[in-house]
């Protein structure tokens, strides 16, 4: 890489490209503009979520109090807090500069209006955590990331594939520490942690739309080649967060967590919502799933202590395990997959404004009145 001598150490961190680091995204922009959204009758429902979005129920909501000007020289696992800021910060960051390019290349009023409130979302939740590592004297150069960072090429039907579902479990990982950290106060490491709840809530909503996207363009899920490609998905965001989230178990620890379980629970709601639109998900519950990725996570471990030691046998061990995390994630790959059944398809949240079918703006009149 070059050098940037300029740079934050964080900013020159969330540079670095690996594979299981959060990524910048590119795709073929003309293509998505060319799609026929009305092809599946679905135009009332983009024309209802957008004036959901233009809502802008988290409007007043990320704004800091007090609490974030707090000393936290001394706090648990700061190091670790850091670094899950960074990476938040990059992964929101990410999503704001794609649904950003987005607005500027697409034609559909609805579908731009639907982006730009999108953008400004992940801008603000970017923002905040950019905000909050500043507190912590450690901040992120938004403006040199967005320019130096290597973006990813993705055809439209991979973005949809993979954006939808890290809006999902970005849900499902910040409830699952929101409701975690309620019943546990004493494990609040930070404040940042009680804006959890509203915030995703706004992925939970991103998460809607590209649902939305999908189904408005069924060959992308009827097709066998297709439904391969989900199932691909499913498994790369669910190992990719399972191996970064063992790596950094003290972390969950210092929450209260057991970063097993709590993957393994974020992973069952995630597999649950994405039956809302995939024809097929993966067998969490087959005993086999979750022990190879157990045993995925454990080479991770050994190849990286042994890497760290250096030498060539070491290295040539590390290798070797390496090729047996692949192995093990092609087996979890080769599982007999979940098919999705009308009466166990995901519903929506309870509570949360889902789409009340075509009548919905006589309801909203009636609701104003
Ligand atoms: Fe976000
Ligand atoms: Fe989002």
């Known amino acids: ?29 003309k293509a998505i503009d060319a799609l026929d959204i009305d092809r599946n009758g679905l ?7 957008r004036e959901e979005f233009e809502r802008d129920y988290n409007r007043n909501h990320f704004k800091r109090n ?6 936290f020289d001394d706090m648990p696992v700061r190091q670790l807090f850091i670094e899950f800021l960074e990476r938040s910060c990059t992964a929101e960051f990410s999503g704001c500069i794609l649904y950003a390019e987005m607005v500027k290349h697409l034609k559909d009023p609805t579908m731009r209006a639907i982006f730009r409130c999108m953008s400004r979302d992940e801008g603000r939740h ?3 955590l950019n905000k909050t590592m500043a507190d912590l004297n450690v901040a992120l150069d938004l403006s040199v990331l967005q320019k130096r960072k290597k973006y990813t090429y993705f055809q439209p039907k991979f973005i949809f ?16 520490i929101y409701r975690h950290l309620e019943k546990h106060p004493e494990n609040i490491i930070h404040p940042i942690f009680k804006w959890f709840e509203q915030w995703c809530n706004d992925e939970y909503r991103h998460g809607e739309f590209f649902s939305m996207l999908m189904r408005s363009q069924p060959e992308l899920l009827n097709r066998p080649a ?3 490609w989900i199932r691909f998905f499913l498994l790369a965001v669910y190992a990719t967060m399972y191996l970064n989230d063992c790596r950094r178990a003290d972390f969950y620890r210092a929450l209260g967590l057991d970063w097993r379980t709590y993957d393994q629970d974020v992973i069952r709601l995630c597999n649950r919502i994405a ?8 067998p969490v519950d087959d005993p086999r799933f979750f022990r190879h990725l157990d045993k995925a996570a454990e080479y991770d471990a050994r190849a990286n202590e042994l890497a760290n030691r250096g030498g060539t046998v070491n290295q040539a061990q590390a290798a070797r395990l390496r090729a047996g995390i692949v192995l093990r994630l092609l087996a979890t790959y080769r599982l007999p997959p979940l098919p999705t059944r009308e009466a166990t398809k995901w519903r929506g949240l309870e509570g949360f404004p889902n789409y009340p079918g075509p009548d919905w703006r006589a309801r909203r009149v009636a609701a104003a009145d």
């Open 126 to 128: 970017a923002g905040f």
């Open 275 to 282: 039956t809302q639109v995939y024809p097929e998900t993966l």
């Open 161 to 176: 594939y993979t954006v939808y579902l890290s809006e999902k479990i970005g849900y499902s990982r910040y409830i699952h």
């Open 66 to 71: 007090e609490e974030f000007l707090a000393n």
């Open 226 to 228: 297709n439904r391969r």
């Open 43 to 49: 135009r009332d429902e983009f024309e209802w979520i």
């Open 1 to 29: 890489m070059e050098q940037m001598p300029d740079l934050s150490v964080t900013t020159r961190h969330a540079l670095q490209e690996a594979i299981l680091t959060p990524r910048f995204y590119t795709t073929d922009f």
